[in-house]
């Protein structure tokens, strides 16, 4: 069931996927999804978790930033090829066996670190909101609307009424790739909430 769903919303969006769809995927009634989930949030639940167990999560290093990161970019690689995923692991954090082999070893990972128990896991849920909100961007910079935004910005720019916006888009950009930003900032933050 919890495959069905997850195929459905690869394939259609989110919005795709109701028990009745999800059943008919399966060539079955909806009512007899009801019988191993109760509503349609227990079956995004399922299907957020589902999506932890893509993870390959080998023995930590003994470097505490390159293996969150590795998990990030890994989450990452995950949030993209699951497009609906990023917007529910911002808005429904929830963890089922699979999330909690996932903190497991994020923990682990930062079993070593002096912080405080609950900053560990402070930093657990920034690098899933950091690296969802980050995949979300991503996603929707690829659509006209971002286009329009960025005609707009360059708008303002060229009008001179905004001196600060002007100086920010005319500056030359840093020659580097998005997946170097995308480890910098996570660094910065996962460093910042760590102490």
């Not at 070593?112 to 560990?120: C, F, L, Q, S």
Request: aromatic content about 4%; charged content about 20%; proline content about 7%.
């Amino acid at each position: 069931m919890t495959t069905a769903a997850v195929e459905l919303a690869d394939r259609q969006g989110l919005e795709a996927v109701s028990m009745r769809r999800v059943a008919a995927a399966l060539g079955t009634g909806a009512a007899s999804l009801y019988r191993y989930v109760a509503t349609r949030d227990d079956l995004l639940d399922l299907m957020i978790d589902s999506t932890a167990g893509e993870y390959d999560l080998p023995a930590p290093s003994g470097d505490w930033q390159a293996d969150l990161l590795e998990i990030a970019h890994q989450a990452r690689r995950i949030l993209r090829r699951h497009p609906w995923l990023p917007t529910l692991v911002i808005t429904r954090p929830a963890l089922g066996p699979q999330g909690i082999e996932l903190l497991e070893h994020v923990l682990d990972a930062l079993a070593d670190h002096p912080a405080e128990p609950a900053r560990k896991l402070e930093a657990f849920a920034l690098l899933n909101a950091l690296t969802a909100q980050f995949v979300q961007n991503e996603l929707a910079s690829a659509g006209p609307s971002a286009q329009r935004q960025s005609a707009y910005l360059r708008h303002v720019a060229t009008a001179g009424t905004h001196p600060h916006i002007s100086a920010l888009l005319t500056a030359t950009p840093p020659k580097s790739d998005p997946r170097d930003r995308f480890a910098t900032v996570l660094t910065r933050a996962l460093t910042g909430v760590l102490g």
